[in-house]
């Protein structure tokens, strides 16, 4: 077995395929991040790739691909918001995972203006706005991590949850 730089062989299939494989099988919340430009116009994207970080300093990370139309826009801005899905959002999901739908993202769903004039999914589980304060560029992403500076809540429904390469819900 030979290894080449960061990839390890097995069998027939290199670390990449394998840790994407495993991936897979973590459940993870679906999130909408938002972002809005110097013209106040709004742009965002589905994630899942979202964390706390700490709690003093209250702060959020997420992991943005740097080939999606949002990540230049939130490293420009320096803001971001995160709304976590319900359930009933997935046709919305749908339309922010899909760049032929760009033209469609802001007309579904019941938006509205918050903080630093970033949109937010009214009926979403909750919003989380930030200040970025931090940017790591790693492999294909930029990690941007920032300072909470407001939250919403609503009620704890049926949390949109993405795994194994479908959505799925949570058993009660």
């Given at each position: 077995?030979?290894?080449?730089s960061?990839?390890t062989?097995h069998g027939n ?11 897979g ?14 013209h106040?116009?709004?742009?965002g ?10 709690m003093?300093?209250a ?5 943005v691909?740097?080939?999606s ?11 971001f918001c995160?709304n976590m899905?319900?359930k009933?959002h ?11 739908l760009?033209?469609?993202?802001f ?9 630093n004039g970033?949109?937010?999914l ?18 294909s ?6 300072n909470?500076?407001n ?7 049926s ?9 799925r819900?949570?058993?009660?």
């Amino acid at each position: 077995m030979s290894v080449a730089s960061n990839q390890t062989i097995h069998g027939n299939q290199d670390v990449a395929d394998l840790f994407r494989s495993a991936m897979g099988r973590f459940a993870s919340s679906v999130t909408l991040v938002t972002t809005v430009d110097e013209h106040c116009c709004p742009h965002g994207l589905a994630a899942t790739a979202f964390s706390s970080v700490s709690m003093d300093p209250a702060s959020a990370l997420v992991c943005v691909n740097r080939s999606s139309s949002a990540s230049p826009i939130i490293k420009r801005s320096g803001l971001f918001c995160v709304n976590m899905l319900q359930k009933e959002h997935e046709a919305l999901c749908a339309i922010f995972s899909k760049p032929e739908l760009r033209d469609r993202r802001f007309v579904d769903g019941d938006w509205a203006v918050g903080v630093n004039g970033l949109r937010y999914l009214a009926d979403a589980q909750a919003s989380i706005f930030c200040e970025v304060v931090q940017e790591v560029e790693y492999g294909s992403h930029t990690i941007f991590i920032g300072n909470v500076v407001n939250v919403m809540t609503q009620s704890l429904e049926s949390p949109l949850v993405y795994m194994g390469g479908r959505f799925r819900e949570l058993a009660a």
